[in-house]
Each structure stands twice: as structure tokens, then as C-alpha cells.
């Protein structure tokens, strides 16, 4: 039984937190992408602290870890609750005016400062189960941020709770903010002995009662077309224009299939996400998606069919073909560790939550650090339209996860 008296305190949290500008930087080679993020994560250390977890500390790559002592003298699975502190790189998350709609009746919701900036209830349908609720947008110029910084209050206030609630008993909780998610790099230097868990639970997700286990398997592909570049007034016969190439090999790939324009559920597919270059070279950099690993190969291998093609058909030009291995689908290794996803499936259920249990097109900080011996599906934290303008969130959706983690760590401690 949740304590109907308690004050929550996820919101003032998270209306603070999306104050900081927390936005990463995908061409960065620093870690972390920018050291902005730190602000925020220095924060949440001193907050860790006021609410009790003594040990709460930044490494030195930028990551938060604290943790929440075992009070049961049972023998308890330690388990984490892990967000992430950046913001996408797709929109800005400087000087972020969060706005409360409060006890939304339905239709389209204007955001105030760029009326151009519409959230359709029609094309956004999960509006019609927040009759009553209050929302929370940007002002119509930023993005909002909820994505991870509404995972990150509701940890925060369910710690929060189990501090003041010492009646409830709990195994020992371990706490972790990543930097560095949203540019495919949150895992990459936690070190999961360090933090000290068997299990952990990612909350990043979006609509209430998401139980997501399975994400996509993930590659980029990184091509360089090369090409011959004399003086234009100089050129027949000789430039080999890279550009012209690239633009070959584009005009290639199929129109109606293989693309994130053109694949849904379980579709996988090929994404340009950049194009760069001058006559001499010129560099594209493909997102390789599916939830088979072989299907990944596959793709690969017609990509660098296109590629020769289209080199050969400019003779002279060569091309560089490189895959990067991102991370694979979290599903083969939750197959192993059934009880994670059963303890989530119980606390749901106890909260009256009826599960969505979907596969993710996309990954999260829990695809590789499950692959490295800390499984950790992904659960909801409320937000949507990530990584856009109309980005929002519900009050009401956000306390929800935050009971969710206080009744998860209960039902560990009751199953030990």
C-alpha cells in the first residue's frame, strides 16, 4: 500500500533538472560528448545526499552512483535503477521553459511561444487515456528533456520514499545516471563490477506500464567515396567528382522498403543520418537496424553491393566500407534471467498497471549492458515524442513510475 499522504517530489525535481542544459554532442570524441552534462550530474550527487544515500558520488567518466542500503534480513538479489542525464542532439536543450497544462480535456495542445508547434491529438492517440491529467510541454522553442530526466526524478523520489518509508522492506538498491546515452555511449565506460548489482532496470521508456525486453541489434556503416579532384578549369577528362558518386549510390537504395520512412514493428532497415564531403571524398554514415542479428549482415552486405556498383560506374573512384558493431538485441540475454522481467510484470499488476510488453525500435543504455553481464530491460518513465519539440510528459504518469520502483524493490524483498 502506497502511502496516500506523501508528497511527491518528482515534478519539482524534474522542472529543475530540464532547467540545465544536458545536450550531447554526437561528433565529440571526448567523454563525456560534452562536459555540460556534469553540471547536472554534480546536482543530483548533492541531492542523493539530502536524501540519505551517504556513498553517493561522480566518477571520474561523469557517472552518478549511490546506493541505498538493505534493510531486510533477507538474503536479497541486489538490483539498479539506472537514466540517463543528456538530451538528444536533435534539438536544443538550452533555456528550456517547461509549461503545465494542467487537467488537459482532450484535443490538440498549442505550445504557447511558436503556435506553428501543434502536439495533434490525432496523431498522438495515448492523449485520449490522459483525460484529467496534467502535462507538461515546452514552450514550443526547446525540447523538454523528459527523456531522461523524468527516468531521473522518479528514481529520485522513489529513493526518496523507501528513505522516509523504512517500513517497507527492500534488498540493497544501487542508483546510477549515465552521461552520454543519446550518442550511443552511456554503457561505455560503466563498470559494472564496480556498481555492484546483479540486475537493473533502465527507466527511459514511454507509456505507462511499457515492459520493454527486447530492442533492436544495432551497426553504423561508415562509407567514404573517393574521388579525383583537379582544378574545374582543368577537369575534363580527369576529375573523378566523389560527390557525384555519393549521390549515385544514393539515388540507389530503395524507395519504398529498408527505410525508417518505410518499415514499422519489426521492420528493420538502412538510415543515412549524415552526408559530408567536396569532390575528393565524401563520407556517409548509415544506422543499420533489425532484431535479428543476421539480418544486420545482410543489410550490410547489399549496402556494399550498391557501393561497388556505384564506383564502378565512375572508373577511377574507389571506396573505404567500415562497420562499426553499436549493440545487439537485450532479448537474448533477458531469454536467461526470466525473474527480471517477472518481478516488473508483479509490481504492475499490484499497481492495477496493465503491461505493454513491446519491442523497442531502438536501444537503450540496458542493450549493452546486459551483453555485459548486468541484465537490464527498459522500463516507462512517462515521456513522448522524444527528441522532438513537442516532446511532453503527465504528472500523474511520472508518480506512477515512481510507485513502480518502490513496489519492484518491495516484490525482490518479498520473493527473496
Not at 523497442?360 to 522524444?386: K, Q, V
Request: proline share 4%; hydrophobic share 35%; glycine share 6%.
Amino acid at each position: 500500500m502506497f502511502d496516500p499522504n506523501y508528497q511527491f517530489t518528482c515534478v519539482e525535481r524534474f522542472l529543475r533538472y530540464v532547467k540545465i542544459d544536458t545536450q550531447s554532442d554526437e561528433e565529440s570524441t571526448t567523454f563525456p560528448s560534452d562536459p555540460k552534462q556534469l553540471e547536472l550530474s554534480k546536482l543530483l550527487v548533492e541531492e542523493l545526499k539530502e536524501i540519505g544515500l551517504t556513498d553517493a558520488h561522480m566518477d571520474e567518466n561523469g557517472y552518478v552512483i549511490a546506493t541505498l542500503p538493505s534493510n531486510t534480513e533477507k538474503d536479497v538479489t541486489t538490483i539498479g535503477f539506472i537514466a540517463h542525464v543528456d538530451t538528444s542532439p536533435a534539438v536544443t536543450g538550452k533555456n528550456v521553459n517547461p509549461i503545465i497544462h494542467k487537467n488537459y480535456q482532450g484535443g490538440d495542445i498549442v505550445l504557447s511561444n511558436d503556435t506553428s508547434k501543434v502536439i495533434k491529438a490525432e496523431s498522438n492517440p495515448e492523449l485520449a487515456d490522459m483525460i484529467g491529467f496534467d502535462i507538461i510541454t515546452t514552450d514550443g522553442t526547446t525540447l523538454l528533456g523528459a527523456d531522461d530526466k523524468a527516468g531521473i526524478a522518479e528514481i529520485m523520489d522513489a529513493m526518496n520514499y523507501l528513505v522516509t518509508h523504512p517500513e517497507i522492506k527492500h534488498g540493497t538498491i544501487k542508483i546510477c545516471f549515465t552521461p552520454d546515452e543519446e550518442v550511443g555511449r552511456g554503457a561505455e565506460k560503466f563498470n559494472v563490477e564496480k556498481f555492484g548489482a546483479k540486475y537493473a532496470y533502465t527507466i527511459d521508456g514511454s507509456s505507462r506500464g511499457e515492459v520493454e525486453t527486447e530492442t533492436f541489434s544495432a551497426d553504423a556503416v561508415v562509407i567514404k567515396f573517393n574521388g579525383i579532384n583537379v582544378h574545374p578549369g582543368y577537369a575534363k577528362g580527369k576529375m573523378v567528382n566523389s560527390i557525384k558518386i555519393a549521390s549515385t549510390f544514393m539515388e540507389s537504395l530503395p524507395k519504398d522498403r529498408l527505410s525508417p520512412e518505410t518499415t514499422e514493428g519489426r521492420e528493420g532497415y538502412v538510415h543515412c543520418v549524415s552526408i559530408n564531403g567536396n569532390e575528393e571524398q565524401t563520407t556517409l554514415k548509415f544506422i543499420i537496424r533489425d532484431f535479428v542479428d543476421a539480418k544486420l549482415k545482410e543489410f550490410e552486405d547489399f549496402l556494399k553491393e550498391l557501393v561497388d556498383k556505384a564506383v564502378e560506374a565512375y572508373p577511377g573512384s574507389t571506396a573505404d566500407f567500415e562497420v562499426i558493431e553499436q549493440y545487439r538485441n537485450m532479448k537474448n540475454i533477458l531469454n536467461e534471467h526470466p525473474q527480471v522481467e517477472e518481478n516488473a510484470l508483479e509490481a504492475l499488476k499490484r499497481l492495477d498497471i496493465k503491461p505493454i510488453q513491446s519491442a523497442i525500435r531502438g536501444g537503450t543504455d540496458g542493450s549493452r549492458l546486459s551483453f555485459m553481464g548486468l541484465p537490464t530491460p527498459n522500463l516507462f518513465a512517462g515521456g513522448h515524442n522524444f527528441h522532438a519539440i513537442t516532446e511532453y510528459v503527465a504528472i500523474q504518469d511520472m508518480e506512477m513510475a515512481a510507485k513502480m520502483i518502490v513496489e519492484i524493490c518491495r516484490v525482490w524483498e518479498e520473493r527473496a
